[in-house]
């Protein structure tokens, strides 16, 4: 499986951004998809995850303002994020679990919010 992130970019603080994934390849074989991220100075933390039938999670930060979907048609997964903060500034990097042992990475897509 391929991931392809996009839709990062600068924007003000209270501000919105959408973000996309679109996977290739093997992607009938996709347990879960999820958004990691990354700030300067600090380690890859979960942003949420959505599972193949729909099941949904959110770090605590990002819960009322972030939201996460899945067009299975399209193969692609997105991110809307609203209400951004400057701590929410990061390379946000999409990820799949796929055969129920392996997992893909996307190469990441900066957001980046201004106060």
């Known amino acids: 499986v391929q991931l392809v992130e996009s839709g990062g970019g600068l924007v003000q603080a209270g501000g919105s951004l959408r973000l996309s994934c679109a996977a290739s390849?093997?992607?009938?074989?996709?347990?879960?998809m999820g958004w990691y991220r990354q700030a300067p100075g600090k380690q890859r933390e979960l942003v949420a995850t959505?599972?193949?039938?729909?099941?949904?999670n959110y770090t605590d930060s990002v819960k009322g303002r972030f939201t996460i979907s899945r067009d299975n048609a399209k193969n692609t997964m997105y991110l809307q994020m609203n209400s951004l903060k400057p701590e929410d500034t990061a390379v946000y990097y999409c990820?799949?679990?796929?055969?129920?042992?392996?997992?893909?990475w996307g190469q990441g897509t900066q957001v980046t919010v201004s106060s």
């Open positions: 990820t799949a679990n796929w055969a129920n042992r392996f997992s893909s």
């Open positions: 959505i599972t193949k039938d729909g099941s949904i």
């Open positions: 390849g093997s992607t009938f074989s996709i347990n879960a």
